[in-house]
């Protein structure tokens, strides 16, 4: 294995180190009330388990008992995963561009209209 190979692994380790520590706190929230914390939390949960798959390689080699159903699980669950994320994205886009066309349909209240002075009234 050569050096850039084991920084890389250094790296993924490292980074995928916060998604259990973000499930754990996560788990202190009620998450499972929203679909954004449902989606969030299997995004992390899918994080953790591509960890456990990392780890699991590094520790058993690639044919460590039980890989192919896990690995599975794990490729089955990313689509869903990532589309849910994207999913939200454009939803809240279109919900903010909704609200943005409904303020400006509205007529401006006294209290948001410019003031005139004296002089610009005829």
Do not use: C
Request: hydrophobic share 55%; no cysteine.
């Amino acid at each position: 294995m050569s050096w850039i190979d084991t920084v890389i692994a250094w790296d993924f380790f490292i980074a995928m180190a916060a998604p259990p520590v973000f499930v754990a706190v996560y788990l202190t929230m009620t998450w499972w009330k929203t679909w954004e914390g449902r989606v969030i939390m299997a995004k992390q949960v899918l994080f953790t388990g591509f960890l456990l798959n990392g780890v699991l390689y590094y520790a058993l080699g690639p044919d460590y008992p039980g890989s192919d159903a896990f690995r599975l699980v794990l490729f089955t669950v990313m689509p869903i995963a990532f589309w849910g994320m994207t999913i939200l994205l454009i939803n809240a886009r279109l919900q903010a561009r909704r609200e943005k066309l409904a303020l400006a349909a509205q007529p401006p209240s006294p209290e948001t209209r410019p003031l005139t002075d004296d002089h610009q009234l005829g």
